[in-house]
């Protein structure tokens, strides 16, 4: 028995030890998110598409648009950049098939719906940042003069992604998109800020989650899910009124459950609600997803800080598996999450520089609590081991004093 205690204190030691060195150690590198990709490609290649599609509506679809989005992001910072729009094209390939569009409304305006649309575009346009392809341009600028035309026609500044269903989530992808097209769009984009502006939810200051279609009112209030997408693609349409949404969000959104490490509520604070299959299952209120998503948007607004502090929390949290060529977490039971948090690592914004960053809200002593109770764990196996190796001569010293 005492050989298997030891066994199990080594174990606990080791896994400690790992815990502490991945809390420490930069967790946004390239290098990591190749191997992320390098896995995700194995899993597409497997029907990791197909599988996904079974656990939401759109699964299908975001594990492809993911994956060739963290490609184009590598390829706009150098890394291997021919195979970046290769993959990246790839990935289109199988966003446009029959499979990919199977979910969305082939007569919705804009075709297939704002969301099928604004993520489509989105992807087009950063393939042809890294080459150049005439039928792609012809087809980026003829779908975004239509998804513009829709904007401009629309009542509401948030367009309807399913019949009778809209979420300023996915318009916010779609005006990004046009931002990307170019200045011929301006108009358009200006406008969509303006009138979002105006359309605020009033509890929280922010985008709302989900509006009545036809006018853009407000149906639920912020939520954490949509504002982590929101506020990746919002610095993209308007810097500044990207750092003021970014700012409440952050302020609103942020926790720190238990004092152990960052992560993003699904609710603002002083709100209650249930999960759903976007945000998951919510513990103390945290939604996992969000959280992930939410790295990528602290990285496009320059707060290296807080997603450093989301990501190297991930790293004790999402117990990650590396092997020579991949990476995946929570053993690569959910190839979905992979891709989002993939591509969160690798987020920059496309069409302006990354802004300065803001005042810091989180510092290095967030690891503290943590890095302790790694600590507690790694050595109170071996503790206890020592207490139960002296016991035989504690209770022969009890022994002789009653003697």
Same mark, same amino acid.
């Given at each position: 028995?005492?050989?298997?205690?030891?066994?199990?204190?080594?174990?606990?030691?080791?896994?400690?030890?790992?815990?502490?060195?991945?809390?420490?150690?930069?967790?946004?590198?390239?290098?990591?998110?190749?191997?992320?990709?390098?896995?995700?490609?194995?899993?597409?290649?497997?029907?990791?598409?197909?599988?996904?599609?079974?656990?939401?509506?759109?699964?299908?679809?975001?594990?492809?648009?993911?994956?060739?989005?963290?490609?184009?992001?590598?390829?706009?910072?150098?890394?291997?950049?021919?195979?970046?729009?290769?993959?990246?094209?790839?990935?289109?390939?199988?966003?446009?098939?029959?499979?990919?569009?199977?979910?969305?409304?082939?007569?919705?305006?804009?075709?297939?719906?704002?969301?099928?649309?604004?993520?489509?575009?989105?992807?087009?346009?950063?393939?042809?940042?890294?080459?150049?392809?005439?039928?792609?341009?012809?087809?980026?600028?003829?779908?975004?003069?239509?998804?513009?035309?829709?904007?401009?026609?629309?009542?509401?500044?948030?367009?309807?992604?399913?019949?009778?269903?809209?979420?300023?989530?996915?318009?916010?992808?779609?005006?990004?998109?046009?931002?990307?097209?170019?200045?011929?769009?301006?108009?358009?984009?200006? /406008?969509?800020?303006?009138?979002?502006?105006?359309?605020?939810?009033?509890?929280?200051?922010?985008?709302?989650?989900?509006?009545?279609?036809?006018?853009?009112?407000?149906?639920?209030?912020?939520?954490?899910?949509?504002?982590?997408?929101?506020?990746?693609?919002?610095?993209?349409?308007?810097?500044?009124?990207?750092?003021?949404?970014?700012?409440?969000?952050?302020?609103?959104?942020?926790?720190?459950?238990?004092?152990?490490?960052?992560?993003?509520?699904?609710?603002?604070?002083?709100?209650?609600?249930?999960?759903?299959?976007?945000?998951?299952?919510?513990?103390?209120?945290?939604?996992?997803?969000?959280?992930?998503?939410?790295? %990528?948007?602290?990285?496009?607004?320059?707060?290296?800080?807080?997603? %450093?502090?989301?990501?190297?929390?991930?790293?004790?949290?999402?117990?990650?598996?590396?092997?020579?060529?991949?990476? /995946?977490?929570?053993?690569? +039971?959910?190839?979905?999450?992979?891709?989002?948090?993939?591509?969160?690592?690798?987020?920059?914004?496309?069409?302006?520089?990354?802004?300065?960053?803001?005042?810091?809200?989180?510092?290095?002593?967030?690891?503290?609590?943590? +890095?302790?109770?790694?600590?507690?764990?790694?050595?109170?196996?071996?503790?206890?081991?020592?207490?139960?190796?002296?016991?035989?001569?504690?209770?022969?010293?009890?022994?002789?004093?009653?003697?």
């Amino acid at each position: 028995m005492s050989r298997v205690r030891k066994v199990f204190a080594g174990v606990l030691t080791i896994l400690a030890v790992v815990g502490i060195v991945r809390l420490v150690a930069p967790a946004t590198s390239t290098d990591g998110v190749r191997r992320q990709l390098a896995f995700l490609r194995e899993q597409l290649d497997d029907g990791a598409d197909t599988d996904a599609q079974a656990l939401f509506p759109e699964g299908y679809f975001f594990l492809n648009v993911l994956y060739g989005l963290t490609w184009v992001d590598l390829g706009k910072r150098g890394v291997e950049p021919d195979r970046a729009a290769e993959e990246a094209a790839w990935a289109l390939a199988r966003m446009e098939s029959p499979a990919g569009r199977a979910p969305f409304d082939a007569a919705a305006i804009p075709a297939y719906g704002v969301f099928y649309a604004g993520w489509t575009n989105w992807l087009r346009g950063g393939l042809l940042t890294l080459r150049e392809d005439p039928a792609e341009r012809a087809r980026f600028e003829a779908d975004s003069q239509t998804l513009a035309a829709a904007f401009d026609a629309s009542p509401s500044p948030f367009l309807t992604a399913y019949p009778g269903q809209a979420w300023p989530c996915d318009s916010t992808v779609a005006i990004a998109s046009l931002r990307l097209a170019g200045t011929r769009f301006a108009p358009t984009v200006d /406008r969509w800020v303006t009138r979002a502006r105006g359309l605020l939810d009033p509890a929280t200051g922010l985008l709302p989650h989900y509006v009545d279609p036809a006018t853009g009112a407000l149906v639920d209030g912020a939520r954490g899910t949509s504002q982590a997408i929101i506020q990746r693609f919002l610095v993209d349409v308007d810097p500044v009124f990207a750092r003021e949404q970014y700012l409440v969000f952050r302020d609103r959104f942020l926790d720190r459950p238990l004092w152990l490490g960052p992560a993003i509520r699904e609710y603002p604070h002083g709100v209650d609600g249930a999960g759903d299959v976007d945000s998951g299952p919510l513990i103390r209120g945290i939604s996992l997803s969000t959280t992930v998503v939410a790295i %990528g948007a602290a990285q496009a607004q320059g707060d290296e800080s807080l997603a %450093g502090a989301l990501a190297e929390f991930g790293e004790v949290a999402g117990i990650p598996l590396t092997t020579f060529d991949t990476k /995946r977490y929570a053993f690569g +039971l959910l190839p979905i999450g992979d891709a989002f948090l993939a591509w969160s690592k690798a987020a920059r914004p496309w069409t302006t520089p990354t802004p300065a960053a803001p005042d810091a809200v989180i510092g290095a002593g967030w690891r503290v609590p943590l +890095l302790l109770l790694l600590l507690l764990i790694g050595l109170l196996p071996w503790l206890r081991l020592r207490s139960l190796r002296d016991l035989p001569a504690r209770r022969l010293r009890r022994v002789h004093r009653e003697r």
